[in-house]
């Protein structure tokens, strides 16, 4: 009977203990989950910019003087991040057919987040996630695994919002941005 409810004792302690820290709230007044749905949130969101091209919103997901570094160098700022992503080619109108070939139907591109992991301390995260684009951007228009990588981001919550101030872009498919670390990258 003792060992009962000793047992009954520490399993209601451990629930109790586990509601609390749960529900604990950051230096920011939200909790980690509600904090980690944020952050999630600004990587969706991101990634719809880019893939609906969308260079302003897009790089409204950073503070204003934030940075991205896509491996060609450091892009300081929103101005900056709208000149570089505006520039890119699914932000260019297409060319028009050959004489006499038909217009291939519009490519399109998505891009996938997966494996987020985070730490968040009060109004401060580090990130790191993963990555994948799968397109049609081919004649038969089939779909294909376009690139992998992974992102390592510094965000900063303003205001009850979340913003990247520095997301960093590995992609495996290029020797020159590939990530060459060695080690797990998230920790």
């Known amino acids: 009977m003792r060992t009962s ?13 586990g509601s609390l820290l749960s529900n604990a709230t950051s230096a920011a007044g939200t909790s980690y989950g509600e ?17 609906f091209h969308d260079p302003k919103l897009y790089a409204s997901t950073f503070t204003p003087d934030g ?6 160098g450091d892009v300081k700022g929103r101005d900056a991040i709208v000149k570089v992503i505006a520039g890119m080619p699914g932000n260019r ?7 006499g070939k038909p217009a291939l139907r519009p490519a399109a591109g998505r891009h996938q987040i997966t494996n987020i992991v985070l730490k968040i301390t009060g109004n401060k995260a580090v990130g790191r ?4 684009h799968v397109g049609n951007d081919n004649p038969q228009r089939s779909n294909t695994i376009g690139g992998f990588g992974h992102y390592e981001d510094d965000l ?9 101030t520095k997301r960093k872009i590995y992609n495996e498919g290029s020797e020159r941005w590939q990530y060459k670390g060695g080690v797990n990258p998230a920790w």
Do not use: H
């Not at 009954?8 to 203990?17: F, W, Y």
């Not at 109108?93 to 004489?99: C, L, S, T, V």
């Open 5 to 17: 409810t000793i047992a009954l004792t520490c399993g209601a302690a451990g629930l109790i203990a």
């Open 35 to 51: 904090d980690r749905a944020q952050i999630e949130d600004l990587q969706a969101r991101y990634l719809f910019a880019l893939d």
């Open 67 to 72: 940075v991205l570094d896509y491996g060609e």
């Open 93 to 99: 109108p297409a060319p028009p057919p050959e004489d």
């Open 129 to 132: 996630s993963e990555w994948f």
């Open 156 to 164: 900063v919550k303003v205001n009850g919002q979340w913003f990247f």
